[in-house]
């Protein structure tokens, strides 16, 4: 069965340094999503893709956070500088939209920011 | 931001009991779904249910629907201990296809 895959599993990084994370999504898929999920919460939007086009962003911290989906497929988060606040789980997705926007998640980044 | 809260925050039962979950939202949605999330990990989307349907059922889960008081419950029926995950409601409000979460149900199956 498909997956989406990303890397890396885990990262500890400095604050104030620069951390990008990948995702490859299901082919064929042409939605990417990337949500950040602080522990004990539910996951939140940061950018939605829909091909290389971002079509949401409202919820992404543009002075440190920015996304790329050059080609339509797989897509680059990166964050620099970090923060500490920025320790979370990062997730990506895929869907398809004729299903109804079901979402396929990876297993996600954790960062860890000291 | 999330869209809605989920009722309760932490569940424990024994295998084979039914589990109940429920999931209150704000706005007018297109679709619900219910998500797990096994610790430390992504998210399985389990079912998904329209805003034009009442009840939804696959395998041994159940979902109803009330758009008339915005909320959703997911019935996990015969838990077992491989259940224990946490459990998410989340909302597409339009054909875009953006998920807004709840906080979760964090549930817990005692042998």
């Known amino acids: 069965e498909a997956e989406v895959a990303q890397s890396p599993r885990y990262k500890i990084t400095e604050k104030s340094q620069a951390v990008a994370f990948w995702c490859d999504p299901i082919s064929g898929h042409a939605t990417l999503y990337w949500y950040r999920q602080i522990l004990g919460q539910g996951p939140e939007l940061l950018v939605q893709f829909q091909d290389e086009s971002v079509v949401d962003d409202s919820q992404l911290p543009k002075d440190r956070f920015s996304a790329e989906r050059l080609k339509g497929v797989d897509s680059t988060l990166k964050i620099q500088p970090a923060e500490l606040g920025d320790s979370a789980m990062y997730l990506c997705a895929s869907s398809d939209r004729d299903r109804d926007w079901e979402q396929y998640f990876g297993p996600g980044t954790r960062l860890t920011v000291t | 931001s999330q869209q809605g809260e989920e009722d309760p925050q932490a569940l424990s039962i024994q295998e084979g009991e039914n589990a109940t979950m429920n999931c209150s939202y704000k706005?007018?949605?297109?679709?619900l779904q219910w998500y797990r999330q096994n610790s430390g990990r992504g998210l399985v989307h389990l079912i998904l249910i329209r805003s034009n349907e009442r009840e939804k059922h696959s395998g041994r889960l159940r979902v109803t629907l009330d758009t008339s008081k915005k909320s959703s419950s997911l019935l996990i029926t015969a838990s077992r201990a491989a259940d224990t995950a946490s459990y998410f409601c989340?909302?597409?409000?339009?054909?875009?296809?953006?998920?807004?979460f709840g906080q979760g149900t964090e549930l817990s199956v005692k042998p």
């Open positions: 706005t007018s949605i297109n679709n």
């Open positions: 989340a909302t597409v409000r339009n054909q875009g296809g953006k998920l807004i």
